[in-house]
C-alpha cells in the first residue's frame, strides 16, 4: 500500500460525496447546502465537539478536507483556517465554499501529511477529522504534524475506534456473516455488496475475512485501500510525540444494523475523538 493508492481512491471519491443526490458540479450552493444537512443531521455529535474547541484567533491546519463542512465550521468560529489534503477534487471543493461563502482564509493546498508544505512552528491547532486512520506511514505524519505546530501546539483528532460497536460486531461478525453464503451463492443485492464479492474472489475467500483485510473494505466502502482502528494504547504508540490530554466516543454506527438511536454512543461509539498536547523538546 502506497500514498499514490490512497490519493487515487479519494480522487475517485470524493469523501461524502454519494451520500446526496445532488452533484458539486451542477450547483455549488445546492451542493454545499444539502450535503452540511446530510451530515450534521447524520452525526450532529460533530458540531458539539467543534464548538467545545477554541478556534477562535488561533491560526489552524486541517488535513483532510472532504467536502470543506468542518473548514466552514472552524473559519466561522473565528481562526486563520488553512487546509492541506492529498487530492485536488477537496482542495477545489473547500476553495469554492469559501469563494461562494465570502469567508477568508490562510492557504488551502494539495499534499501530503508525509511533508507538510508549511514552516515549522506555523500552528496553534492541527485538526483531522476521519483522516488520519487513513495513513499507512502514520509514524512520519505525526512527526510533520508536531514539527509544524507551535510549542505547545494541540492536535485533534477522530479517529476510528477499535472498541466500538462498529468494529467489534458489526464488522468483525456480521458483515462477515453475510457475505460467506453471497460469495458462496455468487449473488449480491448491491453494486457495494458485489464489490465485496469481487474482492473475496480477487483475495480467496478465507484471506479476505482476515482482519487485517477485511478491515479496510469496511470503513469507507469495500474500495477503500486502508484504514485502521484505534483505541488509546494505540494512538499513544502512533503518535509518541504527544501527549493525550483529553479524549471521548461518539456515534453509534454498525450498519447494516440501524443502531443509531441506541443511547452508548459514549461507551461504543464509531468515532474516537482525541485531544493532544505536542511534548516539550527535552534536552
Wanted: aromatic letters at 14%; one cysteine or more; proline letters at 5%.
Amino acid at each position: 500500500m502506497n500514498e499514490l493508492n490512497i490519493q487515487d481512491f479519494w480522487q475517485s471519491h470524493p469523501c461524502g460525496e454519494g451520500l446526496v443526490e445532488e452533484r458539486f458540479d451542477e450547483d455549488f450552493s445546492k451542493f454545499f447546502k444539502s450535503y452540511d444537512a446530510m451530515r450534521y443531521s447524520k452525526e450532529k455529535h460533530i458540531l458539539e465537539c467543534l464548538a467545545a474547541i477554541d478556534f477562535n484567533s488561533k491560526n489552524v491546519l486541517e488535513i483532510g478536507l472532504g467536502q470543506g463542512a468542518d473548514a466552514e465550521v472552524i473559519a466561522r468560529a473565528g481562526a486563520t483556517y488553512n487546509g492541506l489534503d492529498l487530492t485536488a477534487a477537496a482542495v477545489d471543493r473547500v476553495k469554492t465554499r469559501f469563494r461562494i461563502k465570502k469567508l477568508t482564509y490562510g492557504k488551502v493546498v494539495q499534499g501530503s501529511a508525509l511533508e507538510i508544505p508549511f514552516p515549522d512552528n506555523s500552528f496553534d491547532i492541527v485538526f483531522s477529522h476521519g483522516v488520519l486512520h487513513h495513513i499507512p506511514n502514520i509514524g512520519q505524519a505525526q512527526k510533520e504534524i508536531e514539527r509544524v505546530l507551535k510549542p505547545n501546539g494541540e492536535l485533534i483528532v477522530m479517529l476510528y475506534a477499535r472498541h466500538s460497536f462498529n468494529y467489534w460486531f458489526s464488522i468483525k461478525v456480521l458483515r462477515k456473516l453475510l457475505l460467506v453464503p453471497m460469495y458462496l451463492f455468487n449473488f449480491a443485492p448491491s453494486a457495494m455488496l458485489r464489490d465485496h464479492v469481487d474482492n473475496a474472489k480477487r483475495l480467496g475467500l478465507w484471506n479476505y475475512l482476515s482482519d487485517d483485510n477485511f478491515i479496510h473494505a469496511n470503513t469507507d466502502g469495500p474500495r477503500n485501500p486502508f484504514s485502521r482502528v484505534y483505541d488509546l494504547p494505540l494512538v499513544n504508540q502512533h503518535f509518541d510525540k504527544f501527549t493525550i490530554t483529553n479524549s471521548y466516543k461518539r456515534f453509534m454506527y454498525a450498519p447494516p444494523l440501524p443502531v443509531s438511536w441506541m443511547p452508548f454512543g459514549k461507551l461504543m461509539g464509531w468515532h474516537l475523538w482525541v485531544h493532544m498536547r505536542k511534548k516539550a523538546h527535552q534536552n
